[in-house]
C-alpha cells in the first residue's frame, strides 16, 4: 500500500475521532446551557480536550502538507489555524480555553456553541472528502494490484 | 500508629543538660520556632523577664523550649508510610533540637532565608535526621519511622505558653495533600503527617496539657495576666461605642420597633419572630458612624443625631415632617405633570384593576404607615425597606390620598388628564419642550432655610429649576432648583445618599423631556445633587417598587424591541446591591413561600391577581395556585384579601426559609479565618498592631453565634498555624515551611469555638505584633498560605480575610513584577489581567466549599492585584486596597484602614449565598458584573455576601416585548446568617415597557449607565485593551448624542449639542470616566492602582462609584450661608455642590473635596485669618502646617458648623475615608487638582474640549 492510503486510512480515523470530539463539545455545551452541569465541571470535562483536539489537527495538516497533498491542505489548514489561533491567543490568566467564570459572560457559551457547530460541518465535510480519498486510493492500490495480477499468473504459471 | 507521647518521657528530657552549644541557639531556637521575634514575644506575654524566659527555653531547648514544641515533621516525611508518619510527626512536637532551621535542613530551601537562622543550630539538626540528636530527650519509640527520631518526649515538659512546632518541608509524608476533616478519626491511613505531636486530639492535647499545668504554669502565670489587661483596656475602645440599635430606627417608625425585640445580632434586622415583622432597628452593629468610627474627633451634630450607622446615612427625618405638608407633593406632581402628554405611562393614574386601592386603604395595624412624605422632600425612600406602604413618596396615608386616586380609572394609565385637573392649568407642557431661556434666569436664590412648598399652577414654570447658563453670574450653588432647596433632601439623606433618591427636591418629570444644549449649559449638577429618574409607572406599582439604591436599571422605560435598543444607543442593564443595610425591612417567616411554579419567581407586589384563589406570575406569566394561607394577613393576623400580605406590598421582603431551602447540609457555622502576611515588609508597615488591637476591640461584635468559629494562620515563607485549644495555656505555633505541597500540622484546634477560646484569641491577638516583630523574612508564600487556608475551613465554608503586603513570590501562586514603571504613562497598558490561573482556580475550588476570600492589600510596591485579586473576585469576597500603607508615615490612610476594619469585622455578613436573577421572558442576562462565581445562567454563587457588595447585569433583549407592558427583574438572594438561620431576600422591580425612543430617553438614568459602562470599560480593557474600552465609552457618548440628536428636527442640533434632560450627565460623566485611575491616559498610574480601580467598577454600589469618578465638591465658606440639611433633630449646615472644574476655586474659598475613600480639605491661600483660627485652629493660612489629616475640635460656631459638615459626610459611606487638609500651596494639591476633571490636562481634554470634540464626531 502506498502511502497516500495509510495517509487517508490515518486522516479518515483522525477525523472519525474529532468529530466524536466536537460533538462531544457541543453536547457538554448544551447541557451547560440546559442547566445539567455546572460551569467548573462542564469546562473541566472541556479542557481536557482541546490540546488532543488541536493536536489531532495539526498532525493531520501537517501530513497532509508533508504528503504533498496542497489542496486537500489548503482546505483543511483554515480550521486548524484557526484553532491555534484561539489556544495561542488565549489570556494568561484563563483557566483553559473554556473559562468556567467567563463562560456566562458576553454569550461566550453561545458563541461557543456556534463555533462548535461550524467545526462539526467542517470536520462532518472533511471526513467524507477523507473517506472518499482513502477509497479512492484503496481502489487505486487494487487497481494497480490488479494491473500487476496479470504479471504473476504468468510468473506462476512459469513456475507450474 | 504511634500511641501519645508517654508522659513519662518529658521527665528525661528535662533532666537533660543542656549542652552549651545548643544554649546559644536555644534561644533562636525558640526564635526561630516562631521566628527570632517569637522569642520576645512569648516572653512579654509571659510576663517573666527576658533572661527568665531564656532559661527556661533553653532547658528544653537542649531538646526544645521549654515552652515550644518542635516537632520536626520532616522525620516522618521521608520516612513512611503516613500512618507511620503520623507518630513522627508527633514525635516532632516533643523536638526542641530542630529550632528553627528548617531550611537549612531542606533541601530546596531558598537561600535567603537562611540567614535568619543559626546556621549552627541546622547542621546538627541535619546531622540528626538520621538519628535522635544526642542530648535531645528524644522518645525513641515514639518516633517510629521519623528519622528525627528524636524528641518528642518534651512536650511533656513543655509550658504551656506557646509551642511552636516546626513541621520541615521535606519531611512531609506524601499523603499531605489529603484534606483533612476537622472530625477526622485518628487512625485514618489517609490523614494528613499531622505535625502536633497528639494527633487525636484526646491522646495529644492532654499531654501536652498536663505538662504545661504542673511545671511550667506557675512561671508562666504571670504572663497570663498580661495578655488580659492589654485586652481589657482595648475592649474600652470598642465598647465605647454603644450598639447603635435603637438608635438607627426612624423616629417614624420607632413605636412599631419598640414593640419588637431587636436581638442585637450584628446583624439588626433579624427578629426571631414568627410571622411578619417589621424588622425596626437595622443592623445595629458596626453602627458608629464613621466619623465616630474614627478617631476623628466626634461632631457636635453627632451626639444628638441618630446615625443609621450601617448604612452610614441618617435616619430619615421624624414622622412629623415628613408628613409635613400635604400640599407640596401635590403641587410637584403637578408640575411634574406639565409633561408634554406623550408620556402615558407616567402617573398614577388608577390603580389597574388588579391591585385594589383597598390595599392600601386601610393600613394593616401592625404596620404603622408612615404618612407619606412630601414627594419632592426628601422621604426616606426606602421602598424596599419600610413597611411596604409606608415610605412610598407618593401614597401620603390613605385617607389623604391624592385626589386623583380616587377617581376610579381604568386600569391602564390612560391619558394624564387626572393630573392635569388637579394640578391645574396645564401651562407646563408648552415650556417644557423649549430649551432653557431666559424664563428661569431671573429666578432668584433660594431661600436658604426652610421648606418651602413650590408654588403650584401656573407659577410652575418661573419656579422651576433653572438651568442658568454660566453667563448669568449666579453663584453656581444658588441657581437651580431654587425653591426645592437642598433642605428638603437634608432630611433623609446625606450627600452620598440623595444623590439616589429617585425624587429629589422639585425635580420634576418634565425635565425628562427638556432638551439640554450642552455646550450652553454650564451649570448641569443640581445643587442638592443628581436625581433619579422617576419610574413612570401606574401609581400602585410605582409606590411599591424597589428602592433604586438597591435595584435599579440603566433605562426606567426598556425599549420594546432590541432595534429599538440599538437605536437608543445606550447599554441596558441592572445594577444591584443586594444586601444593602437596610433600616427596615419586612421578615417573614411562614411555611409556605408562595412561588410560581414554573419559574420559580417569588411572588411579589407585580402579580396578577386572577381571582382570590390564583395569581398570575409577572415573569413567565403562567397562572399558579395561591396557597390557603396567603390569605392570612400575619401583621394583622386575619384572614383577608391576599393584597395585604407584605409579600405583596413591599418590593423588598426577606423570607425565613423553612427547612427545604437547606442546602444538603444544616446550615453552616460562621468561620472566619484570617491571614496574615508578617513577612519584613508586612511587620514595616506596621499593621499588624492596628490589625490585631482592632479585631481584639470587635471581637465581641463580629457576627457571630454559639457555634462561630476562628483562626488564625501567618505567612511569610513558611506558614505558621496556631493551636487555639482553650485547654492550653498559651497559643501553640505550629510553624510549616514546606510551602510546595502544603499540608495542616494538627487536625483541629487550628480553628476553634470563638466563645469558648476567647481567651486564647486574645492572648494571641495581644502577642502576634510582637512575635514577629523582629521578622526579616521577605518572601510570602501567599499561594501556600491560602491552600492551606482553604484546607483548613473547606469542610464548613466560611470567611479568609487575607492581609497582604507584598508580592507573593514564594510556592504555589508565585509571581513575578510585572509592572515596568517608565511604561505608567503610556496610553497602552498592559498586563492588566491576571498572569497565572492559580488564584482563580483556587477561587473556584473555594467558591464550590462555600468559602470566600477577602483581600486587604497593603502593598507599597507593586503586589500584582490583577492576579491576586481572583482569590476574591471569583469567590464572592472583597477587595480593599491600601495603597502604600505605613502606620507612621502615613496616618490618615491608617485611620481609614482602622475604620475600614472595624466595619469589615462587625458588619452582617450572609454565607453560602446564592443569588438569583429573574426576568421577564424575552429578556436574558448578557454579563455579569461583580464578584461572584456565575454557576449557572442565573446562579450566581457567593460563598460570602457582605453589605457594601455591588452587582451589575448587563441585559439583552432576546425577544420582542411587545405584548408586555411592564417588564419585572427579580433578584433572589438565599443566604446562611452568621446565626444559622436560613434566609432568602428578595427585591422586585417592575419597569414599564416603551415603543418611543423619545421615552427611553426621558427615562434613562444616567448614573446607572455609567455605572454599567465602568464595568463594561473594565472588563473590556482586560479582553481587550484600554484604549479599545476608552475609545467603547467616547463611542457611548457619541452614539447616544447622535442617536438623540436623531430625534429632533435639525433646526434644533445646528451649532448646539443637544440631549435629553436625563442624560445631560452623561458626556461629562464620560469625560471624568477617561480621567478616572482605572481608565486614564498620561498621568502617572500605578498598575496596581488602576486594577484596583477597575475592579471597583465592577463591584462598588452605584452611588459610591458614581461618587469616586466624579467627586462632590463643596464649598465650605459657603456653609450654612445657604441651606441647613435637617437630619432627625440634627440639623447640619450644608451647602450647594460645584462641578469638578479649577474655575470653581477661588483663592479666598475653602472647599471640600469628597471621593468615597477619601477627602481633602482644601484651603485657599487667600483665606480669612479668622477662618484659619475658627476651624483650623492656626493664625493665618501661613502657619497650616503640611499633612495635617484633622480637623481640631474647637469650640466656635464655624469650626462646629465644619466638623458636623464633614462627619456628616464622612458617614455618608460604611467604610473610611482618609482625609486630608491641603494648601493651595501644598504638595499635595496636586493630588486634589486631579480631581478638577472638567480641566484640561496635557493629556486630556477638557469637558469643553471633550463637547467640542463630541460635536465634531456627532455631525460627522
Not at chain 2, 248 to 263: A, H, I
Not at chain 2, 303 to 310: E, G, K, P, R, V
Not at chain 2, 456 to 461: A, D, I, K, V
Request: proline share 11%; glycine share 8%; aromatic share 8%.
Amino acid at each position: 500500500m502506498g502511502v497516500d492510503s495509510w495517509l487517508f486510512i490515518f486522516s479518515v480515523i483522525d477525523e472519525g475521532a474529532l468529530l466524536f470530539l466536537v460533538v462531544y463539545f457541543v453536547i457538554t455545551l448544551s447541557d451547560l446551557e440546559c442547566d445539567y452541569l455546572n460551569a467548573t465541571n462542564c469546562c473541566d470535562k472541556l479542557n481536557k480536550w482541546v490540546l488532543v483536539e488541536a493536536i489531532a489537527q495539526c498532525v493531520l495538516a501537517v501530513l497532509l502538507l508533508i504528503t504533498g497533498h496542497w489542496i486537500l491542505f489548503l482546505m483543511y489548514a483554515p480550521v486548524t489555524a484557526w484553532l491555534v489561533y484561539k489556544l495561542v491567543n488565549k489570556l494568561s490568566g484563563d483557566i483553559g480555553m473554556y473559562d468556567p467564570t467567563e463562560i456566562h459572560n458576553r454569550q461566550q457559551l453561545k458563541t461557543y456553541m456556534k463555533e462548535n457547530l461550524i467545526k462539526m460541518g467542517s470536520h462532518l465535510i472533511f471526513f467524507f472528502i477523507f473517506l472518499y480519498w482513502m477509497t479512492i486510493s484503496l481502489l487505486n492500490l487494487t487497481k494497480s494490484a490488479k494491473a500487476v495480477e496479470p504479471m504473476f499468473p504468468p510468473v506462476e504459471v512459469s513456475d507450474l | 500508629m504511634n500511641k501519645s507521647i508517654p508522659p513519662s518521657v518529658p521527665g528525661p528530657l528535662h533532666g537533660k543538660p543542656q549542652s552549651p552549644s545548643q544554649t546559644p541557639f536555644s534561644q533562636s531556637a525558640l526564635n526561630g520556632s516562631s521566628y527570632p521575634t517569637s522569642n520576645a514575644t512569648m516572653q512579654s506575654g509571659i510576663g517573666g523577664p527576658p533572661n527568665q524566659v531564656r532559661p527556661n527555653v533553653q532547658g528544653p531547648m537542649g531538646n526544645g523550649p521549654p515552652n515550644q514544641v518542635r516537632p520536626y515533621v520532616q522525620g516522618p516525611m521521608g520516612n513512611g508510610p503516613p500512618n507511620q508518619v503520623r507518630p513522627n510527626v508527633q514525635g516532632p512536637m516533643g523536638n526542641g533540637p530542630f529550632p528553627s532551621q528548617h531550611q537549612a535542613a531542606r533541601p530546596g530551601f531558598p537561600p535567603t532565608s537562611v540567614p535568619q537562622y543559626n546556621t549552627q543550630q541546622i547542621r546538627p539538626v541535619q546531622g540528626q535526621s538520621g538519628g535522635p540528636p544526642p542530648n535531645t530527650g528524644i522518645n525513641r519509640p515514639q518516633m517510629g519511622a521519623s528519622m528525627y527520631g528524636p524528641p518528642s518526649s518534651q512536650t511533656g515538659q513543655m509550658p504551656p505558653t506557646s509551642n511552636i512546632q516546626q513541621i520541615r518541608p521535606g519531611m512531609r509524608p506524601p499523603m499531605t495533600n489529603i484534606q483533612q476533616r476537622p472530625g477526622f478519626p485518628g487512625g485514618m491511613p489517609n490523614r494528613p503527617p499531622l505535625v502536633n505531636g497528639p494527633q487525636q486530639p484526646g491522646i495529644g492535647s492532654p499531654m501536652r496539657m498536663g505538662q504545661p499545668s504542673v511545671s511550667t504554669a506557675p512561671s508562666y502565670s504571670g504572663s497570663q495576666p498580661s495578655p488580659g489587661p492589654p485586652r481589657m483596656g482595648a475592649l474600652p475602645v470598642g465598647t465605647g461605642i454603644p450598639p447603635t440599635i435603637s438608635q438607627n430606627n426612624q423616629p417614624g417608625t420607632s413605636q412599631q420597633s419598640d414593640g419588637l425585640p431587636v436581638p442585637y445580632h450584628g446583624q439588626g434586622q433579624y427578629s426571631h419572630q414568627v410571622g411578619m415583622q417589621l424588622t425596626p432597628g437595622l443592623t445595629p452593629n458596626n453602627s458608629e458612624p464613621t466619623s465616630r468610627r474614627s478617631s476623628r474627633t466626634p461632631s457636635p451634630m453627632n451626639n444628638s443625631q441618630t446615625m443609621d450607622a450601617l448604612e452610614g446615612q441618617f435616619t430619615s427625618a421624624p414622622l412629623g415632617e415628613q408628613a409635613k405638608p400635604m400640599t407640596p407633593p401635590l403641587s410637584q406632581e403637578i408640575q411634574g405633570r406639565g409633561t408634554p402628554p406623550k408620556q402615558p405611562t407616567y402617573s398614577q393614574h388608577g390603580p389597574p384593576p388588579n391591585v385594589k386601592s383597598p390595599v392600601y386603604g386601610p393600613p394593616p395595624t401592625g404596620m404603622p404607615q408612615r404618612p407619606g412624605p412630601p414627594s419632592g422632600s426628601s422621604q426616606n425612600y426606602s421602598m424596599g425597606t419600610g413597611p411596604p406602604s409606608g415610605p412610598t413618596n407618593f401614597k401620603p396615608g390613605p385617607p389623604t390620598g391624592p385626589p386623583n386616586y380616587n377617581l376610579p380609572q381604568g386600569p391602564q394609565p390612560g391619558p394624564t388628564q387626572n393630573m392635569y385637573q388637579s394640578s391645574g392649568p396645564p401651562s407646563g407642557p408648552t415650556n417644557f419642550g423649549m430649551p432653557p431661556t431666559s424664563g428661569q434666569y431671573g429666578q432668584p436664590p433660594p431661600p436658604p432655610t426652610g421648606y418651602q412648598p413650590p408654588p403650584t399652577g401656573p407659577n410652575t414654570m418661573p419656579s422651576r429649576p433653572g438651568y442658568p447658563p454660566s453667563s448669568q453670574g449666579l453663584p453656581p450653588q444658588q441657581q437651580m432648583y431654587g425653591q426645592t432647596g437642598p433642605q428638603q433632601q437634608g432630611d433623609g439623606y446625606g450627600s452620598g445618599q440623595y444623590n439616589n433618591m429617585p425624587n429629589v427636591g422639585g425635580m420634576s418629570l418634565t425635565d425628562d423631556s427638556r432638551v439640554v444644549n450642552l455646550l450652553q449649559e454650564k451649570q448641569l449638577i443640581p445643587a442638592d445633587g443628581i436625581e433619579n429618574p422617576k419610574i413612570k409607572l401606574h401609581n400602585d406599582f410605582k409606590k411599591v417598587n424597589c428602592s433604586p439604591d438597591i435595584l435599579r436599571c440603566t433605562l426606567t422605560s426598556i425599549p420594546q424591541t432590541s432595534s429599538l435598543l440599538n437605536k437608543s444607543r445606550l447599554p441596558l442593564g441592572i445594577l444591584i446591591h443586594p444586601f444593602k443595610d437596610l433600616s427596615q425591612l419586612p421578615v417573614i417567616q411562614s411555611n409556605v413561600i408562595v412561588r410560581c411554579r414554573s419559574c420559580r419567581t417569588y411572588i411579589n407586589p407585580f402579580v396578577y391577581f386572577v381571582d382570590q384563589r390564583r395569581w398570575k406570575c409577572n415573569l413567565c406569566y403562567r397562572v399558579n395556585e395561591l396557597p390557603e394561607e396567603f390569605n392570612f394577613d400575619p401583621v394583622t393576623k386575619t384572614y383577608g384579601e391576599p393584597q395585604r400580605r407584605p409579600e405583596i406590598k413591599s418590593a423588598t421582603i426577606e423570607f425565613i426559609a423553612p427547612s427545604e431551602y437547606m442546602v444538603i447540609r444544616p446550615p453552616q457555622p460562621a468561620v472566619y479565618l484570617y491571614l496574615l502576611d508578617v513577612s519584613f515588609n508586612a511587620i514595616e508597615t506596621g499593621y499588624l498592631n492596628t490589625f490585631c488591637q482592632t479585631l481584639l476591640d470587635e471581637l465581641d461584635k463580629i457576627p457571630s453565634d454559639s457555634r462561630t468559629q476562628i483562626g488564625f494562620l501567618c505567612y511569610d515563607c513558611a506558614l505558621y498555624f496556631f493551636n487555639l485549644e482553650e485547654n492550653l495555656s498559651q497559643p501553640q505555633m505550629l510553624i510549616v515551611s514546606d510551602v510546595d505541597d502544603v499540608f495542616l500540622p494538627c487536625p483541629d484546634n487550628l480553628l476553634v469555638n470563638l466563645q469558648e477560646s476567647k481567651e486564647m484569641v486574645s492572648d494571641l491577638l495581644n502577642q502576634l505584633p510582637t512575635l514577629f516583630e523582629s521578622n526579616r523574612e521577605t518572601g510570602s508564600a501567599l499561594g501556600a498560605a491560602l491552600q492551606a487556608a482553604y484546607k483548613l475551613i473547606h469542610s464548613t465554608g466560611g470567611r479568609i480575610t487575607v492581609v497582604q503586603t507584598v508580592l507573593p513570590t514564594i510556592g504555589p501562586g508565585g509571581l513575578e513584577n510585572r509592572e515596568d514603571p517608565n511604561q505608567r504613562t503610556t496610553k497602552n497598558v498592559t498586563n492588566l489581567g491576571p498572569s497565572t490561573d492559580f488564584y482563580k482556580k483556587l477561587a473556584l475550588d473555594c467558591s464550590a466549599q462555600q468559602v470566600a476570600v477577602d483581600l486587604f492589600m497593603l502593598n507599597g510596591q507593586y503586589a500584582d492585584i490583577s492576579s491576586i485579586s481572583c482569590i476574591s473576585k471569583y469567590s464572592g469576597g472583597c477587595i480593599h486596597y491600601f495603597p502604600s500603607f505605613h502606620c507612621v508615615k502615613n496616618p490618615s490612610l491608617t485611620e481609614k484602614f482602622e475604620t475600614d476594619l472595624r466595619r469589615y469585622l462587625t458588619r452582617k455578613i450572609g454565607f453560602e449565598a446564592v443569588m438569583r436573577i429573574r426576568c421577564t421572558k424575552g429578556l436574558s442576562i448578557h454579563t455579569f458584573h461583580g464578584n461572584f462565581f456565575v454557576r449557572s445562567t442565573d446562579l450566581l454563587s457567593l460563598p460570602n455576601i457582605n453589605p457594601d457588595a455591588g452587582f451589575g447585569m448587563q441585559m439583552s433583549i432576546e425577544d420582542a416585548l411587545t405584548e408586555n407592558s411592564v417588564v419585572c427583574f427579580q433578584a433572589a438572594l438565599l443566604y446562611t446568617s452568621s446565626k444559622g438561620e436560613r434566609r432568602i431576600r428578595v427585591h422586585t422591580m417592575c419597569l414599564p415597557v416603551t415603543n418611543q425612543l423619545s421615552e427611553i430617553y426621558a427615562g434613562a438614568d444616567q448614573q446607572a449607565i455609567i455605572g454599567l459602562l465602568a464595568k463594561m470599560g473594565a472588563d473590556r480593557s482586560v479582553t481587550a485593551s484600554l484604549p479599545d474600552a476608552r475609545e467603547a465609552m467616547l463611542n457611548a457618548s457619541v452614539d447616544s448624542l447622535s442617536a438623540f440628536g436623531g430625534t429632533l428636527p435639525s433646526s434644533q442640533r445646528i451649532g448646539s449639542l443637544p440631549i435629553c434632560y436625563s442624560l445631560r450627565l452623561l458626556p461629562m460623566l464620560i469625560s471624568a470616566m477617561c480621567k478616572f485611575t482605572a481608565f486614564r491616559f498620561g498621568t502617572t498610574t500605578k498598575l496596581d492602582d488602576r486594577v484596583f480601580a477597575m475592579q471597583q467598577c465592577k463591584s462598588l454600589p452605584i452611588q459610591y462609584l458614581i461618587q469616586s469618578i466624579y467627586p462632590h465638591l463643596y464649598p465650605i465658606h459657603k456653609l450654612g450661608e445657604t441651606t441647613v440639611m435637617t437630619k432627625n433633630n440634627t440639623e447640619v449646615p450644608h451647602t450647594t455642590r460645584l462641578h469638578l472644574s479649577s474655575a470653581n476655586i477661588d483663592r479666598q474659598g475653602v472647599y471640600v473635596l469628597d471621593a468615597y475613600d477619601r477627602m481633602y480639605f482644601y484651603v485657599g491661600s487667600a483665606v480669612g485669618d479668622q477662618f484659619c483660627q475658627d476651624v483650623l485652629d492656626v493664625p493665618n493660612f501661613m502657619s497650616i502646617p503640611e499633612g495635617m489629616i484633622d480637623l481640631p475640635e474647637l469650640e466656635n460656631p464655624t469650626s462646629e458648623n465644619v466638623r458636623a459638615f464633614v462627619n456628616y459626610l464622612l458617614d455618608n459611606r460604611p467604610n473610611g475615608s482618609t482625609f486630608y487638609v491641603v494648601r493651595e500651596d501644598s504638595k499635595i494639591r496636586m493630588e486634589f487638582f486631579q480631581y478638577m476633571v472638567e480641566d484640561r490636562t496635557e493629556s486630556s481634554m477638557s469637558y469643553y474640549e471633550f463637547l467640542q470634540h463630541l460635536q465634531k464626531q456627532v455631525k460627522s
